[in-house]
């Protein structure tokens, strides 16, 4: 069982940063890949970026490559997303998201596969 909390959420220009931080509860936290998903009002979920257990693994959607850097402090139970550049169409609520992945390396891309889910965060950039 683990348990995802993010902060870091909020009204930032267009331009500007921020960093999300998920903490995660539970002993086995190395385990998992770990993904941040964001939805966009009306729209569905969409991936942004995943990290593998060690963080030595990223990958990212093209709309955020380059712009959003993740990480993760395994010693802290957390994963963060840095995002630079933000641009008013990353406005959205920011999840991040377990998935159980055991001794297979890599991480997955689709949202099925995560078990586990924050409550989000709130990113709104403005124009």
């Known amino acids: 069982q683990v348990q995802l909390v993010e902060s870091g959420g909020g009204l930032v220009q267009a331009g500007g940063s921020l960093r999300l931080s998920c903490a995660a509860s539970?002993?086995?936290?190395?385990?998992?890949?770990m993904g941040w998903f964001r939805q966009a009002p009306g729209k569905a979920r969409r991936f942004v970026g995943a990290?593998?257990?060690?963080?030595?693994?990223?990958y990212y959607a093209d709309s955020v490559k380059g712009r959003f850097t993740i990480s993760r402090d395994n010693a802290k139970n957390a994963v963060y997303l840095e995002m630079n550049s933000l641009k008013p169409e990353d406005t959205a609520v920011y999840y991040c998201?377990?998935?159980?992945?055991?001794?297979?390396?890599?991480?997955?891309?689709?949202?099925?596969?995560?078990?586990?889910w924050g409550q989000g965060t709130q990113v709104t950039v403005s124009s």
């Open positions: 998201a377990a998935e159980p992945r055991g001794v297979r390396p890599g991480f997955s891309t689709a949202e099925l596969f995560y078990e586990y």
């Open positions: 539970g002993r086995t936290f190395s385990t998992y890949a």
């Open positions: 990290i593998n257990w060690s963080g030595g693994s990223t």
